[in-house]
């Protein structure tokens, strides 16, 4: 147990439909990631928010947001979804998020399936 | 256009055997490198890792090496264990530079399997 949650495990969804995925850190965690693995394209990093601010921005679709709200949680929120939106996504946490030798502990991940 | 591959999608070992992963990557500003461990309905967990200052680090059975000039690293777990199967991703990352490191880029894994 990587201290990093989750919810929901899994979500079965429409396409067009909006969708919000939720992470909470580890205790003491500052930095938030998102990951999304699809199975063509493996991890892709999405996106990372250090104490509620967006830090890095790697590959989000503009139909894709995030936020960290003052008690450290994150939400990823995926709007128009496509059939290609189907993965699963992880979430991440660090301490500080600052350093590239910072561990990255990873959450069970959401398995997210648009029909 | 992968900037960290692992050509292997899968590989078999037996048991107690040496179990070696590869890994190659493209971007030279990539200055820290990561192996995480895969199971099933799990996140990826963290194994060991290397700086780019370094060419060898050895954490128990875990034992991570680059090669900065072949733009190569590699996992040896020794010995091999029935436990040790999972999917083993590779990961690099580009140093902070004052504007927030970005997130790790990882391979799309290799799949080992140890046989009894």
């Known amino acids: 147990d990587s201290g990093v949650t989750q919810t929901p495990k899994h979500l079965i969804t429409a396409t067009g439909q909006r969708v919000t995925l939720r992470c909470s850190p580890r205790?003491?965690?500052?930095?938030v990631y998102w990951y999304q693995q699809s199975l063509d394209q493996g991890l892709q990093f999405l996106i990372q928010y250090y104490n509620g601010e967006e830090r890095a921005k790697g590959n989000i679709l503009e139909r894709f947001s995030a936020q960290q709200f003052p008690d450290l949680h994150s939400e990823l929120n995926l709007s128009s979804l496509e059939l290609g939106d189907s993965a699963l996504y992880f979430c991440a946490s660090s301490v500080e998020g600052g350093l590239a030798e910072e561990t990255q502990y990873f959450g069970p991940g959401t398995r997210l399936l648009v029909l | 256009d992968q900037q960290v591959k692992q050509n292997s999608p899968s590989l078999s070992v037996q048991e107690g055997r040496i179990s070696i992963l590869n890994c190659d990557y493209t971007?030279?500003?990539?200055?820290?490198f990561l192996w995480y461990k895969k199971y099933p309905a799990e996140g990826p967990t963290f194994l060991i890792s290397?700086?780019?200052?370094?060419d060898k680090n050895e954490d128990g059975r875990f034992t991570v090496f680059l090669n900065k000039s072949a733009k190569h690293l590699s996992l040896h777990i020794v010995p091999s264990q029935p436990g040790d199967s999972a999917v083993y991703f590779c990961a690099a990352i580009e140093g902070y530079s004052g504007g927030g490191a970005d997130g790790l880029t990882f391979g799309k894994g290799t799949h080992l399997i140890i046989q009894p």
């Open positions: 290397i700086s780019s200052i370094k």
């Open positions: 205790s003491g965690d500052l930095s």
């Open positions: 971007n030279s500003m990539f200055d820290y």
